[in-house]
């Protein structure tokens, strides 16, 4: 029996779990009354007490939290457990604005490994196994998170962190990486990697978590072609504690939420209003059983697709589409909605390799979409013709799929910096 399959919890009923939320919920909007001025606060403006909670059928009363709300409150306002029972912080890894910083207490720390321990399990990880992090260590949540969950498994962890792709490399071959921890287009490079030192045959790689950001379908046949492996997706996100908030089982066909420790909502973004199962809308995350970071009803700005059939796996616990895009990055091209996964996945359906920048200006009052893009080792010309016509074919797909026309450049292989962690994908300069 692997230690971290937790069946009595995974393939639980419907009704049981539901139960279970009931329960949490009146529990932890109590403690965040009790606890949290800031959410008191946002209560109290809705006119709403804890006795108007009676369990998740009440859910929709509450006020959201979002971002801006962990800006204001920036460091402390969100805690809900004194400083000194704290143990750590983490924090995102955005560059803009103020970060969002979290806080774990032991009992944090301990249910968030629980969480990643069971992504590794679902990918059928046990003490057996040698599990190469190469997620970034630190403030970033990934590293710890894998790290925690890989421990609690019995994997032999090896805490690469990110980056330093030869060492990586060296450790994956002497000593026999079976799971490979890290973004997937840490993943795309480091296999390309792998091809050109001709080390394939020497890896004993089996499967690979991959996540923290966007990576299509495509994305994933490449990764798995090219390591030997199955690629499984995994989400989360710091205000949540991280990863393993969700994970895909070995039916590659969505991520299991944890619902045991957060009730997941799909909202309209533009209303608030609460959305059937089903429906296409932003993703909120209220957790109930975290104790120092209690946040309810936090927007995630994640555009996603819940569902609750019977998987073949037979966890019970509700699943997650693979976020479609994000309500606030999605991209205003010329009055157009363009999210950037859709241009991915015209690239890759075309052969191309998902090392790409899109660059979105203003000139003259209008918008200009610039998509910079490696040309395969394969398909590489320096034929100012032949280029010419395969720009043409790209500009052709993509006015397909968005709408709208973009400019297409084609770039010698290798050219686009190469990503240790989150790829940076987009270049918004109407910002800047
Ligand atoms: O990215 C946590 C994480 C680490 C998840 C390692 C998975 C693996 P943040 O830096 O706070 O936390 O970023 C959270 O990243 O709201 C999504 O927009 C995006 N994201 C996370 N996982 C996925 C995924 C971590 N599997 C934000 N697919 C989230 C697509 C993802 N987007």
């Given at each position: 029996?692997?230690?971290?399959?937790?069946?009595?919890?995974?393939?639980?009923?419907r009704?049981?779990?539901?139960?279970?939320?009931?329960?949490?919920?009146?529990?932890?909007?109590?403690?965040?009354?009790?606890?949290?001025?800031y959410?008191?606060?946002?209560?109290?403006?809705?006119?709403?007490?804890?006795?108007?909670?009676?369990?998740?059928?009440?859910?929709?009363?509450?006020?959201?939290?979002?971002?801006d709300?962990?800006?204001?409150?920036?460091?402390?306002?969100?805690?809900?457990?004194?400083?000194?029972?704290?143990?750590?912080?983490?924090?995102?890894?955005?560059?803009?604005?103020?970060r969002?910083?979290?806080?774990?207490?032991?009992?944090?720390?301990?249910?968030?490994?629980?969480c990643?321990?069971?992504?590794?399990?679902?990918?059928?990880g046990?003490q057996?196994?040698?599990?190469?992090?190469?997620?970034?260590y630190?403030?970033?949540t990934?590293?710890?998170?894998l790290?925690?969950?890989s421990?609690?498994?019995?994997?032999?962890?090896?805490?690469?962190?990110?980056g330093?792709?030869?060492?990586?490399?060296?450790?994956?071959?002497?000593?026999?990486?079976?799971?490979?921890?890290?973004?997937?287009?840490?993943?795309?490079?480091?296999?390309?990697?792998?091809h050109?030192?001709?080390?394939?045959?020497q890896?004993?790689?089996?499967?690979?978590?991959?996540?923290?950001?966007?990576?299509s379908?495509?994305?994933?046949?490449?990764?798995?072609?090219?390591?030997?492996?199955?690629?499984?997706?995994?989400?989360?996100?710091?205000e949540?504690?991280?990863?393993g908030?969700?994970?895909?089982?070995q039916?590659?066909?969505?991520?299991?939420?944890?619902?045991?420790?957060?009730?997941?909502?799909?909202?309209?973004?533009e209303?608030?209003?609460?959305?059937?199962?089903g429906?296409?809308g932003e993703?909120v995350?209220?957790?109930?059983t975290?104790?120092?970071?209690?946040?309810?009803?936090?927007?995630?700005?994640?555009?996603?697709?819940?569902?609750?059939?019977?998987?073949?796996?037979?966890?019970?616990?509700?699943?997650?589409?693979?976020?479609?895009?994000?309500?606030?990055d999605?991209?205003?091209?010329?009055?157009?909605?363009?999210?950037?996964?859709?241009?991915?996945?015209v690239?890759?359906?075309?052969?191309?390799?998902?090392?790409?920048q899109?660059?979105?200006?203003?000139?003259?009052?209008?918008?200009?979409?610039?998509?910079?893009?490696?040309?395969?080792?394969?398909?590489?010309?320096?034929?100012?013709a032949k280029?010419?016509?395969m720009?043409?074919?790209?500009?052709d797909?993509?006015?397909?799929?968005?709408?709208?026309?973009?400019?297409?450049?084609?770039?010698?292989?290798?050219?686009?910096a190469?990503?240790?962690?989150?790829a940076?994908?987009?270049?918004?300069?109407?910002k800047?």
């Amino acid at each position: 029996m692997v230690k971290y399959y937790q069946p009595e919890i995974e393939t639980a009923s419907r009704e049981q779990i539901r139960a279970w939320q009931d329960e949490r919920l009146v529990k932890q909007v109590q403690h965040a009354w009790d606890n949290v001025p800031y959410y008191r606060k946002k209560m109290e403006e809705k006119g709403l007490t804890p006795a108007d909670i009676q369990g998740t059928a009440d859910l929709h009363k509450l006020p959201f939290l979002s971002k801006d709300d962990l800006r204001e409150a920036y460091p402390y306002g969100l805690l809900g457990k004194p400083l000194s029972e704290c143990v750590r912080i983490q924090s995102t890894s955005g560059t803009t604005g103020k970060r969002v910083v979290a806080f774990y207490t032991q009992h944090d720390i301990d249910l968030w490994e629980d969480c990643c321990a069971r992504a590794i399990t679902a990918v059928g990880g046990s003490q057996e196994d040698v599990c190469q992090v190469a997620y970034g260590y630190g403030l970033f949540t990934g590293g710890a998170g894998l790290h925690g969950g890989s421990h609690k498994v019995g994997c032999l962890t090896l805490p690469m962190s990110s980056g330093n792709t030869d060492r990586q490399l060296q450790f994956m071959t002497d000593l026999g990486t079976t799971i490979l921890c890290c973004t997937p287009s840490y993943a795309a490079y480091l296999s390309e990697s792998i091809h050109e030192c001709g080390l394939r045959d020497q890896i004993k790689l089996k499967a690979g978590i991959f996540g923290a950001e966007a990576w299509s379908q495509k994305m994933r046949e490449d990764i798995e072609k090219g390591l030997g492996i199955k690629a499984y997706d995994i989400y989360g996100l710091t205000e949540i504690s991280g990863p393993g908030v969700a994970f895909e089982c070995q039916a590659q066909n969505g991520m299991h939420i944890n619902e045991d420790h957060f009730i997941a909502e799909i909202i309209n973004p533009e209303t608030g209003e609460v959305l059937p199962e089903g429906s296409k809308g932003e993703l909120v995350f209220t957790c109930i059983t975290k104790e120092a970071f209690p946040l309810i009803r936090y927007r995630t700005r994640d555009i996603c697709i819940l569902s609750s059939e019977p998987c073949p796996c037979g966890r019970t616990h509700i699943k997650m589409c693979k976020p479609m895009g994000r309500s606030d990055d999605m991209l205003i091209v010329k009055g157009v909605n363009v999210f950037p996964s859709q241009i991915e996945t015209v690239l890759l359906e075309q052969g191309y390799p998902a090392n790409y920048q899109i660059v979105v200006d203003r000139v003259n009052h209008s918008d200009t979409l610039e998509v910079m893009v490696e040309m395969t080792p394969e398909n590489f010309s320096d034929s100012l013709a032949k280029i010419t016509s395969m720009e043409k074919k790209l500009v052709d797909a993509l006015r397909a799929m968005l709408g709208i026309s973009a400019k297409v450049r084609l770039v010698a292989p290798k050219t686009i910096a190469r990503s240790e962690g989150k790829a940076v994908r987009i270049i918004d300069k109407r910002k800047i």
